[in-house]
């Protein structure tokens, strides 16, 4: 009896194991995030210093750039803005973002790059 749940808690340590690395690849694979939702988020947590919005130019903090320009920067990358944001920062508070906010603010901040470059 104790051999067969012994076995059971194994199985589960490789199921638990293989949706692990499941996530990992599609986490990896492109935006997992919602763009929708991370404008939202955008607006509540960002826009007190950076110009959220598509091709709006001026932010609030001067010396942060908007979301816009960055979108364009050349070679902007959902992995780039996945790296600064995991970075600390002198300048810009350093956030704690759960995966999935992260995911979809970065989705957002993506998705201006693709109209704005139209
Ligand atoms: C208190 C002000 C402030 C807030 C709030 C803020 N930022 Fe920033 N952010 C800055 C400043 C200032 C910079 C420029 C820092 C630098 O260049 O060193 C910056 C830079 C950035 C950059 C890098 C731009 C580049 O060209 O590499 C990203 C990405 C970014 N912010 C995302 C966000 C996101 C996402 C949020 C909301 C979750 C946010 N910021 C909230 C002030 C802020």
């Given at each position: ?32 995030g ?56 002198p ?28």
């Amino acid at each position: 009896m104790t051999r067969k749940v012994f076995g059971g808690t194994k199985s589960y340590y490789l199921l638990a194991m293989t949706v692990a690395l499941l996530t990992l690849a599609e986490a990896h694979a492109a935006e997992p995030g919602n763009p929708n939702v991370g404008h939202t988020f955008a607006s509540d947590h960002c826009s007190e210093c950076h110009a959220v919005n598509e091709n709006e130019a001026l932010s609030p903090n001067a010396g942060a750039p908007s979301f816009t320009s960055i979108a364009n920067t050349s070679g902007m990358t959902g992995l780039a803005l996945s790296a600064w944001l995991d970075t600390a920062h002198p300048t810009m508070p350093n956030f704690i973002l759960s995966k999935q906010d992260r995911d979809d603010v970065i989705a957002y901040i993506i998705s201006l790059k693709r109209k704005a470059s139209q």
